[in-house]
């Protein structure tokens, strides 16, 4: 009886060692929540939150807006040149529409030439051939319109020549006026080697109506009677003729035995292609980098 009274004690002090060695369900769910959070990340508050002085750091600032007037202006000067362009071409073919217009009379206040450059005049008188000069060196424009090969260093007679400024006596008024002649080679740059061409006769022939030219950069003086421009103040004072000079057109007969006319050019600088490709590249290049440093501000 005393044995089993031991064995019972045993055994009862064992189940209460187990019972104590099981944590409870409450325990197990505050050992296992403490647990859970540890293993969580900290949460960062200052950087989920944005704060009032990042949200400052972000907006652009008064000078930023400023620099968007560079690429703004550049693209306003492009739009700019696209019109011009528009309005050079047009003007180009009006007046080579002109060119092939019917003629008019001289008008008799000779200054209103001076409004209708590459208009056709006619006129009446005779050539003062004593008084002639040289412009050039000149290359030739063929009736066919094309312009042959030649320079200042050009040694070929075919392409490379002078042309002939001559006073003309008008016949109906005692004016004189300047009258590009036309193309003359080389070999024959001196009267004395177109003889049948330097009648004295009264002719009437047909002209284009051009202004005078501003010294060329670069360009030198005058030398030897050989004109480099159409200088308009030096050759009236040395002939003694008003202010208008006249390209003569193009006529078969006369440029068998004379300077061969037709030599006009319409001289119109029209670089408005390279100008606007410049302010648009501009304009690509400066939006580029504000984006770059000013919204997203990525340093170099």
């Known amino acids: 009886m005393l044995r089993f009274g031991t064995q019972m004690s045993r055994l009862v002090a064992l189940n209460m060692q187990t019972v104590c060695r099981i944590p409870s369900s409450r ?37 930023g807006w400023f620099l968007l007037l560079i690429p703004a202006t550049t693209f306003g ?25 019917a003629p008019v009379d001289l008008p008799e206040d000779l200054s209103d030439l001076t ?28 009736p066919d319109g094309v312009e042959t090969q030649g320079g200042l260093f050009s040694q070929r007679d075919s392409g490379n020549g002078y042309l002939i400024v001559t006073p003309f006596q008008l016949a109906d008024r005692d004016d004189i006026v300047l009258v590009n002649r036309g193309w003359v080679s080389r070999k024959q740059v001196d009267p004395e080697t177109r003889p049948l061409g330097q009648l004295p006769a009264e002719v009437e022939l047909t002209a284009v109506v051009r202004k005078g030219e501003a010294r060329p950069q670069f360009t030198p003086d005058h030398k030897g009677g050989i004109y480099l421009y159409r200088d308009l103040a030096r050759m009236c004072a040395s002939t ?16 068998k035995n004379g300077p061969i006319g037709g030599q006009t050019r319409v001289t119109l600088r029209n670089d408005h292609l390279s100008y606007l490709v410049t302010w648009f590249s501009l304009s690509a290049a400066t939006s580029f980098l504000w984006y770059r440093q000013i919204v997203k501000r990525i340093p170099f």
């Open 115 to 142: 409004q209708m450059e590459y208009r056709l005049v006619k006129i009446r008188g005779r050539f003062l051939h004593e008084k002639e000069m040289r412009m050039g060196p000149r290359s030739l424009i063929r």
């Open 27 to 63: 325990n197990t769910q505050k050992l296992i929540t403490r647990k859970m959070t540890q293993q969580r990340s900290p949460v960062d508050w200052n950087t989920s939150i944005p704060t009032k002085a990042a949200k400052d750091k972000d907006k652009i600032a008064p000078l």
């Open 240 to 255: 003694g003729a008003a202010p208008i000079f006249l390209d003569a057109v193009y006529d078969a007969q006369a440029a």
């Open 77 to 101: 000067l492009g739009c700019w040149q696209v019109k011009r362009k528009i309005w050079k071409e047009q003007l180009i073919k009006d007046l080579n529409k002109q060119l092939s217009t």
